[in-house]
């Protein structure tokens, strides 16, 4: 993370979950204060508003993967519009919207990783694994794909070019996770995913699983991606999401993620997902993930301000 420039990239994409209201995601984190928390913390922020592309339509929709032509659309601009940003030098951080758009900004994070000879990692802050594929998914929302998508273990329609740069299952960390489908299972660990669940956070520490990620990017000299998903968080902090599962991470286990990835520098881009505002309670969620936000950019425990009640 050596550029002070950022640029948002506001996604308004509800169309892979099966459920509105995330489709107003990047206007609440906006509202929340993210451009001037960043800017607080010494970031010139690029803002150019959200993405409205096209649909597909050399796709057609399917049942087992619904809303096929329009999650493709976003796919493809955001791949291009990711690529372009970290290539010009500044940092993507992509305000969701539902988590298939993940099919787009890992893949043009990894596209700009390769082209500058490092590997790819991801961190992925969710509840669910989302490796499901069109075969394999209960409900066919794309949400729960992305995972599947960008390691190239889904190539379940022409949405990218089949030989893009795709990301290797063993450079994707899952941390969080506590909503499984039992085919997921299986995949995952048949591809080499490495997923801490919440009782490996409560046996281990995240400190300690955090350590395990920062070093096997470093030894790699890679590039990291972190995909936040509101529902990484526990509900009872954080309830603006449509997929919530109880016992998730605490407000201070999360920014604790945020601050060694800070120290460390190897953060390359953001994406900030499933804030469906319908759901929220007054903004809550949306000002806890731009805290997190914060962290991740250099906030420390010391700076933040004190809130009334």
Not at 164 to 190: H, M, Y
Not at 218 to 226: C, I, M, P, R, S
């Amino acid at each position: 993370m050596t550029s002070k420039d950022i640029t948002l990239i506001g996604v308004p994409l509800e169309e892979g979950s099966g459920r509105g209201g995330c489709a107003m995601g990047p206007a609440a984190f906006r509202l929340a204060g993210i451009v001037k928390a960043l800017e607080g913390l010494g970031f010139r922020v690029i803002d150019n508003g959200d993405l409205r592309p096209q649909p597909a339509d050399d796709l057609q929709d399917r049942s087992d993967a619904k809303n096929l032509p329009v999650v493709a659309a976003f796919t493809r601009a955001l791949e291009t519009r990711t690529y372009e940003t970290a290539k010009a030098g500044t940092i993507p951080v992509i305000l969701g919207g539902d988590h298939a758009l993940s099919m787009g900004s890992v893949p043009g994070m990894a596209r700009y990783a390769s082209e500058i000879g490092r590997p790819l990692f991801v961190l992925w802050l969710d509840a669910h694994t989302d490796f499901n594929t069109p075969e394999t998914s209960p409900s066919g929302n794309i949400h729960g794909m992305p995972v599947a998508f960008f390691t190239g273990q889904a190539e379940f329609a022409p949405i990218l070019d089949s030989a893009r740069p795709t990301v290797d299952p063993k450079n994707v960390f899952q941390i969080g996770i506590r909503s499984v489908d039992e085919i997921e299972r299986k995949l995952i660990a048949d591809h080499g995913v490495n997923v801490f669940d919440m009782r490996a956070i409560d046996e281990h520490g995240i400190a300690a699983i955090m350590r395990q990620v920062i070093e096997a990017v470093n030894a790699a000299n890679g590039l990291l991606h972190v995909s936040l998903d509101v529902d990484f968080l526990d509900p009872d902090i954080a309830p603006g999401v449509g997929t919530t599962v109880p016992g998730g991470a605490t407000f201070r286990e999360a920014h604790l993620i945020m601050e060694m990835l800070h120290d460390t520098g190897l953060v390359a881009s953001l994406d900030l997902v499933e804030l469906n505002p319908f759901l929220d309670d007054r903004g809550k969620s949306a000002r806890i993930m731009v805290e997190l936000t914060a962290s991740l950019f250099g906030r420390r425990v010391l700076d933040r301000p004190t809130r009334s009640a």
